[in-house]
């Protein structure tokens, strides 16, 4: 899936989090932020092992049951905010195995490897219930996730502008999905040979 929607459905998280713990709006952008990063986060794995290296669909969960339990127990700003991110970095991995495959051209269905589950030691196969990243189902799922944010801001401006800008910014990437493997192909086929050990195969 895209990386806003990553950051959309972690927001979401940050939305809920803020919703329970409506006693101290001050939080909540803090909250959104969190989740918004823990979205985001198992993808800095993208040129290193993608999907395998930063991606934990098992044990963020462990991590998070606890992360939530200190939350609970001891709250402060801190401790929320970081079982918002670990709560959104599991549903990051969860969210990548019912996506689409690795390849390049997703939407082919050539890949069986959708998420590196560590627990088993195997790939989790792609279930492309979202077909691939870009999607317009992706950009559905995009919309629907920043409802929450934007009812917990209350008409913040900051967050409406930076809300719907992700949103504008996944229309332009759905729009252009399907060109864009074709320009990464040829990219990597110009990159210097310096770099190409730094280019992910599935562009070359």
Known sequence: MMATTHAA?????????????????????????AGAAGGVFPDFDLYAGHRRTLHFPVYYWVAAAVAVAVAVAAPSALTVAASVFVVAAAA??????????LELRPWEATSQRAVYNHFH??????????RYDGAPEDL????????????????????????????????GYVALR????????????????????????RFL
């Open 140 to 171: 559905l799922l995009a919309g629907a996730a920043t409802a929450p944010t934007l009812f917990v801001a209350g008409g913040d401006p900051v967050v409406v502008r930076v809300a719907l800008g992700a949103l504008a910014v996944s229309a």
């Open 121 to 130: 030691g195997r790939w989790e196969p792609p279930r492309r219930w979202i």
């Open 92 to 101: 990051h991995s969860a969210m990548d195995a019912v996506g689409g495959g």
């Open 9 to 33: 459905v972690g927001a979401a998280v940050g939305a809920a989090a803020a919703a329970v713990a409506a006693a101290a709006p001050e939080l909540t952008p803090v909250l959104l932020a």
């Open 178 to 201: 399907r060109p864009l493997a074709s320009v990464a192909e040829r990219l990597a086929a110009a990159a210097p040979a310096p770099v190409r050990p730094y280019v992910p195969d």
